[in-house]
């Protein structure tokens, strides 16, 4: 005698017609791949802006910061005054999140920035290249200020990798 009751066997041998006669799956393999890339499309559309990239950066300068305990310190007002003109600017000229990467990318370049003073020098740099003089002007002022041994200076500098 079997171990499966006899109501079972009868149940299984009814509804494995049933499974057979329901039709292919295919479509809802399709359907599930369609869905897929159109969320894919909508995602990298939504990645892919000004405000997006900036609130990223933001994070892992925050993060970064608060890990050394020196999260309102005045360069991170500076640089906060830097990615809101950058997203002003780029919102303004309708660009696209990864010119804000190939905009940002001096202040991630090893080769040029060694000390403090050469990242304000990059920070220069990008206003210019944003056309916000006022901001290269009030940066210009500072980079003649910093002091080369600053903590917080000798913590970004590492972060970069330098």
């Given at each position: 005698m079997s171990d499966v009751p006899e109501s079972v066997a009868n149940i299984a041998a009814v509804a494995q017609p049933v499974a057979e006669s329901s039709g292919s799956v295919w479509g809802y393999v399709a359907g599930g791949v369609v869905l897929l890339i159109i969320a894919g499309i909508y995602g990298y559309k939504k990645i892919n802006q000004p405000a997006f990239v900036i609130k990223q950066v933001r994070k892992k300068n925050l993060k970064e910061m608060k890990k050394q305990g020196i999260?309102?310190?005045?360069?991170?007002?500076?640089?906060d005054k830097l990615l809101n003109s950058?997203?002003?600017?780029?919102?303004?000229?309708?660009?696209?999140?990864?010119?804000?990467?190939?905009?940002?990318?001096?202040?991630?370049?090893?080769?040029r920035v060694k000390t403090p003073k050469d990242m304000y020098n990059s920070m220069i740099y990008i206003a210019n290249e944003i056309k916000d003089v006022a901001l290269a002007k009030e940066f210009k002022n500072k980079s003649k200020q910093v002091k080369s041994s600053s903590a917080l200076m000798a913590g970004l500098l590492k972060r970069a990798g330098i």
């Open positions: 999260e309102s310190s005045e360069f991170m007002v500076d640089m950058i997203e002003a600017y780029m919102t303004e000229n309708k660009m696209k999140g990864s010119d804000v990467v190939t905009l940002l990318k001096p202040l991630n370049d090893k080769d």
